[in-house]
């Protein structure tokens, strides 16, 4: 990948997004990232901490049976599979850490998760995985159980009685939901009612707010919601996403609630991620980007960014969709892969964490653009401070990194509230993700899922972004990884 950090990032133009963009890469160049995440793995009960490979190593490697290029969920899965399948694999991972789209870090000496963080039983790939290595989960207080739930509508601050504000939202929800169990009656098979899949393929989310008429309150809050779900503009986003992932929830608000925010690894997500690493004994190289992937008759050569050429008899490349385009593949990607890759998915939001003076009662709130911040909830409260955790659709909308700007945002629920710190990480200036979590825009399922499924040849596409089930999650990311890697594992069967 073509991706050091004089790549000029998707997204803003705007002074804002420039002024985060240079302390995003001041961040990346620094050691205390890796510092700081490294100390992240041995909190708590000192899980299980991968062995990675030495870089001089890597110098020595010239022929293996199976290159996986990335060390999130769906390559890490990938290469357990080959590696239990005694292939000799080796995993390429371009960062100084592996987890993805997941990194489990520290704020002071607090762990956080700033990416990717719930799991739960509904999520089936993943909770078969807590279950396997007998890994440890954590309840938070959270956004499942507030105590106070409010929102903005017209610039004003709503915040009616708990159950009155509950059922309105949750009636808001079902409106626009009722027809999810209809198109995706099993929420696994994208394409099960091809008619009706197709019938809605090309609305957004704020098409069919706007098409099922709710009253302005009511909007609001759905919108909102929609705004966390989405991590992005619910003009950008598609319909069908939301409705797959109300099916895949059971069809209910308080179910979904549970399964999209409710349960954390106790000890992180790279708990998991280092217990793969660790039981297939995969040999994992870091900060080893890749450039290209040359298919010939006999062999994939895959280069790295230092030169370096590994030749492989297949190939699993487990990198976002975002991120696709910019690995230079020999024959060409296939034509549908590259412009799902070039229009890029919809997720673009931001997620901050605040620590705010004094204690604040369990909350959940709500807001939508042009407002910064589209969800917010306390993760934890002592008397001295809260932690509160936020997200908004957009980094045009608010620096993170910028205390008072974060302040400001908060005031609008809390007009007292101190914010003393700030912390979060600027995922759509990462080269390696190039955005949040994969929510599709209109048409893309129709368009891009299945040949995004496709091999080409001797090599295999995994990622969390074209999941069969729970696109954009951990669960997908396992799912995927599984699929692919078995297909691969299968090939040499053959």
């Not at 957004?204 to 008429?213: A, G, K, L, T, Y």
């Not at 890749?290 to 010939?296: A, S």
């Not at 590259?338 to 919809?346: N, P, R, T, V, Y």
Request: charged share 20%.
């Amino acid at each position: 990948m073509s991706l050091g950090t004089g790549d000029q990032p998707c997204g803003s133009t705007t002074r804002l997004a420039d002024k985060t963009r240079r302390t995003f890469l001041k961040l990346m160049g620094s050691a205390s990232v890796a510092a700081a995440s490294l100390a992240a793995q041995t909190t708590g009960g000192k899980p299980r901490t991968a062995k990675t490979e030495s870089p001089g190593a890597l110098d020595k490697l010239t022929n293996v049976d199976v290159v996986v290029i990335g060390g999130g969920f769906a390559g890490i899965t990938a290469a357990r599979e080959c590696c239990k399948a005694g292939l000799r694999t080796v995993l390429l991972e371009a960062r100084n850490r592996l987890g993805g789209r997941t990194f489990y870090s520290k704020f002071g000496d607090e762990p956080v998760e700033l990416g990717g963080a719930y799991i739960h039983w509904f999520q089936p790939n993943i909770w078969s995985e807590v279950l396997h290595y007998g890994l440890p989960v954590m309840e938070p207080p959270g956004i499942t159980t507030p105590q106070k739930f409010m929102w903005l509508s017209g610039g004003k601050l709503q915040e009616p009685p708990l159950d009155q504000a509950l059922t309105m939202f949750s009636d808001g929800m079902k409106k626009f939901n009722v027809d999810a169990a209809k198109i995706f009656p099993r929420p696994y098979d994208n394409v099960y009612q091809p008619d009706l899949v197709n019938k809605y393929a090309g609305l957004s989310i704020m098409d069919r707010i706007e098409q099922i008429n709710l009253p302005a309150e009511q909007a609001d809050v759905v919108q909102g919601m929609m705004e966390l779900c989405a991590s992005s503009s619910v003009r950008q986003a598609a319909y069908l996403d939301m409705a797959k992932w109300w099916a895949l929830s059971g069809n209910d608000l308080f179910l979904m609630d549970d399964a999209l925010a409710r349960y954390k690894f106790e000890h992180g997500t790279i708990s998991l991620i280092n217990a793969m690493v660790e039981d297939a004994k995969i040999p994992v190289f870091m900060s080893a980007p890749v450039t290209k992937v040359k298919q010939g008759v006999n062999a994939v050569d895959v280069t790295l960014q230092n030169g370096k050429v590994i030749k492989a008899k297949r190939v699993i490349v487990a990198v976002p969709l975002n991120v696709l385009q910019y690995i230079q593949f020999e024959p060409s990607l296939s034509a549908a892969k590259l412009a799902a890759s070039k229009e890029k998915h919809s997720g673009s939001g931001v997620m901050v964490y605040m620590r705010v003076k004094g204690q604040i009662p369990a909350f959940w709130a709500l807001a939508h653009e042009p407002e910064p911040l589209s969800a917010l909830w306390m993760e934890r409260a002592s008397e001295r401070d809260s932690l509160i955790c936020a997200t908004g659709s957009s980094p045009d909308l608010l620096d993170i990194h910028d205390t008072a700007q974060v302040q400001r945002a908060l005031r609008k629920f809390f007009p007292d509230a101190v914010v003393e710190e700030t912390m979060g990480y600027d995922w759509h200036l990462d080269p390696y993700s190039r955005g949040t979590w994969c929510v599709y825009r209109p048409n893309q399922l129709t368009r891009y899922w299945a040949e995004l499924r496709k091999p080409e040849g001797n090599i295999y596409f995994a990622s969390s972004d074209w999941a069969s089930g729970w696109r954009g999650f951990m669960d997908g990311a396992v799912e995927s990884g599984r699929h692919f890697g078995q297909l691969a594992v299968r090939s040499f069967a053959a």
